[in-house]
């Protein structure tokens, strides 16, 4: 009895701990530990141990003004974690790409940019976009940047850009959805237009696809 009470104090911890992670990650001014306290509905004292204990693994910090804010082995978990996603999506992409006669790309957020992750060319075209593994470019331009805002509002719909991050190129692409803490899109750079109908149903799949492969 005594170690079952134990295994459920243990997870109830890891819970507050993760949860408290995600506020924060979803604060961009930091917290403050009485918000913090507030939000997870616990007192001060437990925040102070959850912290402690995030701190000494790099994962939270307290600024000078005293507010908690993601520590940089976030960040190291995030780049490691990075190659995994990559690879997950590569079978998706490969299938996109050639599908599409156009180069595929997943794309994610970083540091409030989107950030090609993986890229797919196509095999048997004369011609299409070398699109660089690691471009980055404003979530605001470009359709795998606006189908990632587009998630953000609940809307899984692929659409379509013309020459917003270069000129010549389109682009259709379609938010990642349903794999908890991942923002992403997968999408298709062109230099011809693209059918928005028969490519946009392509993307979907794909992004369905890569959801399941890394849920």
């Keep these: 009895m005594e170690t079952t009470a134990r295994g459920g104090e243990t997870a109830q911890t890891l819970d507050r701990g993760l949860r408290l992670l995600h506020l ?6 930091g917290l403050t530990v009485t918000e913090a306290a507030n939000r997870l509905g616990v007192g001060r004292a437990a925040v102070y141990r959850l912290v402690g204990a995030l701190a000494a693994h790099g994962m939270l910090r307290r600024g ?3 507010r908690l ?3 940089a082995g976030v960040l ?5 974690a990075q190659p995994l996603l990559a690879e997950g999506a590569l079978p998706a ?20 940019e989107g950030v090609a992750l993986a890229v797919v060319e196509p095999s048997w075209t004369s011609f299409h976009v ?11 331009r470009g359709a795998a940047g606006r189908a990632i805002l587009a998630g953000r509002a609940g809307a899984a719909g692929p659409l379509s850009t013309a020459g917003e991050l270069q000129s010549g190129a389109y682009g259709v692409a379609a938010p990642v959805l349903g794999v908890p803490g991942l923002e992403a899109s997968v999408g298709v750079v ?6 928005a109908d028969v490519v946009g149903a392509q993307v979907l799949a794909a992004a369905t696809a890569i959801a399941d492969a890394l849920s």
């Design 93 to 112: 992409l490969r299938r996109l790409a050639e599908q599409a006669g156009a180069t595929a790309h997943l794309t994610v957020v970083e540091g409030g």
């Design 24 to 29: 924060v990650a979803d604060a961009p001014g």
């Design 64 to 66: 000078g003004d005293g």
């Design 130 to 140: 070398a699109y660089r593994t690691g471009a980055r470019h404003p979530l605001e």
């Design 190 to 195: 062109a230099l011809a237009p693209l059918d």
């Design 69 to 71: 804010r993601l520590g």
């Design 76 to 80: 190291h978990l995030a780049r490691r």
